[in-house]
């Protein structure tokens, strides 16, 4: 009955999640919207409003470390998964508005949540400031975009009528608050079942389940040339995570407990994915299959070293080690190396820019 109350769950999740993306970005195409707006705005927050409504939820029932593994599991997730995923099906094109302005947003956002957490807790009135942050954010972007001229070609297409669209948004919605329910009891119950914590559990099932309808909309994007818009998902889901669902969450749910393991680990994670971007999306304006396959090989990895760290399995330490001692050192000269002949190249042609490797 666990079981099928979690995949029961993530099914409504998935499903109206799409339903929502679909009616809001025809709704949002009709406004004249460009592809990277739609995709940092309605794309990113309608697919992230499964984590919204999980969040939320667990932060109600007294699951703080659910409702915070789950926004922070799903930064880390974004990031390393859904970018490399998408970037090894096609390399993916970075807009320069994106890397001059919200992927800095991203990272100070994400900086952030440590000042933030620092005495073990997001307060109420640290999340009503975070919920803020959002709303400030999303109108600078849309009276921005709206200053664009729009492109009929590159705006999504509006398909059915505007009740139509709304309906589907309803239904979405309706989708999403049933799901998440049913999610966050099936992983309470998982989690005790297998012995695990439910920081664990937020960080990598929950945060995997509730970022799927963000891996379709970036994959099918890349596949389907919208690469502003696969990019532009991601980031913007990033920016929501933070300052709609932990500050949402927070705000409902009196505060959000911030467990000493997500201060010195996962948080931590979390930035660095986040201020790897920068560099990676730098040279070249370009995410290529070689870097997605680093990304994925990154974000495989951390999810073992929780797994056998919840274990307390021997290997752990050994992982951990190897991460710190090499790997990390390894991308971080590569991609210093790379910053630095792209800045001596003044704009020109930066390694990676050309060919799939």
């Known amino acids: 009955m666990t079981m099928l109350l ?12 799409e339903a929502l993306v679909r009616g809001a970005a025809s709704l949002a195409a009709r406004l004249g919207v460009s592809p990277l707006a739609i995709g940092l705005t309605v794309v990113a ?3 992230s409003s499964p984590e919204l409504a999980a969040s939320i939820l667990a932060a109600r029932a007294g699951q703080g470390d659910i409702a915070l593994g789950n926004a922070v599991g799903s930064n880390i997730f974004n990031v390393l998964f859904i970018l490399g995923v998408s970037a090894v099906v096609a390399p993916l094109v970075v807009s320069r508005k994106l890397v001059r302005v919200d992927v800095p947003v991203m990272i100070a956002v994400s900086l952030l949540l440590l000042p933030l957490g620092w005495d073990g807790r997001i307060s109420q009135l640290e999340g009503a400031l975070l919920f803020t942050g959002v709303i400030v954010y999303t109108g600078l972007l849309l009276r921005a975009a709206r200053r664009e001229q729009r492109d009929e070609d590159e705006v999504l297409s509006t398909g059915g009528s505007i009740v139509r669209q709304v309906l589907l948004v309803v239904i979405g919605l309706v989708g999403l608050v049933v799901g998440a329910r049913w999610l966050v009891d099936g992983a309470v119950a998982l ?14 099932v929950v945060a995997a389940g509730t970022s799927l309808p963000e891996l379709a909309a970036s994959v099918v ?3 389907k040339g919208q690469r502003d ?3 532009g998902n991601v980031v913007g889901s990033n920016i929501f995570n933070i300052l709609c669902v932990l500050g949402g969450a927070s705000l409902v749910g009196g505060g959000v407990r911030v ?18 971007c920068l560099p990676i999306f730098f040279t070249g304006h370009r995410i290529s299959r070689g ?3 680093v990304f994925v090989f990154y974000y495989l990895a951390y999810t073992l070293f929780l797994i056998l760290q919840a274990q307390h399995h021997d290997a752990a330490p050994l992982l951990g080690w190897a991460m710190v001692a090499f790997a990390l050192p390894l991308t971080a000269l590569t991609l210093a190396i790379l910053w630095f002949r792209s800045i001596r190249c003044h704009g020109g042609e930066a390694p990676g820019s050309q060919g799939g490797w």
């Open 229 to 231: 818009l696969a990019v």
């Open 6 to 17: 979690f995949a029961l769950g993530l099914a409504l999740l998935i499903a109206g999640a």
């Open 291 to 293: 870097e997605g396959v």
């Open 191 to 204: 989690a005790r079942a297998l012995g695990l914590s439910e920081l664990i559990i937020g960080l990598t």
């Open 45 to 47: 927050f309608g697919t």
């Open 221 to 223: 994007a890349a596949l």
């Open 259 to 276: 467990a000493p393991a997500a201060q010195h680990l996962d948080i931590p994670v979390m930035i660095a994915v986040a201020i790897a």
